[in-house]
């Protein structure tokens, strides 16, 4: 059974603090996801890994960074916290040919003040 | 411009009633459709997923149709229970599987 997990399930933290959200997956998945998830709107992707210490920018990456040194673990850093990253968190990850497959952990809600 | 546009945004229902919820996408090359199920506070669930060629699958309580001519889908939920309450995300993968589009979602409420 798959299982990802995420480091915190809420967050709450002040604008320009240095925030990091880790990501563990245990099915020696390739590729990992990062995406955040507000109210009426659909998932958006905002980093991907499709190896270790490989990224590319998904669609919303401005304000953000990652990390991925490890192949379970796939870490999303906030450089200067800003209110308008409040939002629910949410890794996935996926076999490599298989990225229509994601397994989502359960997510970190984040509020920065 | 690849979108996915679910209706409705909500829905209340009592326990034991069927329902349907719709998706219309706008997605080429259109690769497959999958719902999610996502409790409040949980990640995205899969409940079923539909390439081109299929037309209904069922897990359940949960049966899904999809028509590629129309570019639509629906959600159908059977005999409907407390535990369906949740929000209901059809998410369509496209350009050969490296990307998908996600809806923002129908949240369902049963009520007893």
Known sequence: ?113 | KNQVEQSPQSLIILEGKNCTLQCNYTVSPFSNLRWYKQDTGRGPVSLTIMTFSENTKSNGRYTATLDADTKQSSLHITASQLSDSASYICVVSSGGYNKLIFGAGTRLAVHP
């Open chain 1, 1 to 113: 059974d798959v299982k990802v997990t995420q480091s915190s399930r809420y967050l709450v933290k002040r604008t320009g603090e240095k925030v990091f959200l880790e990501c563990v997956q245990d099915m020696d998945h390739e590729n990992m996801f990062w995406y955040r998830q507000d109210p009426g709107l659909g998932l958006r992707l905002i980093y991907f890994s499709y190896d270790v210490k490989m990224k590319e920018k998904g669609d919303i990456p401005e304000g953000y960074s990652v990390s991925r040194e490890k192949k379970e673990r796939f870490s999303l850093i906030l450089e200067s916290a800003s209110t308008n990253q409040t939002s629910m968190y949410l890794c996935a990850s996926s076999l490599p040919l298989a990225i229509y497959e994601q397994y989502f952990g359960p997510g970190t809600r984040l509020t920065v003040t």
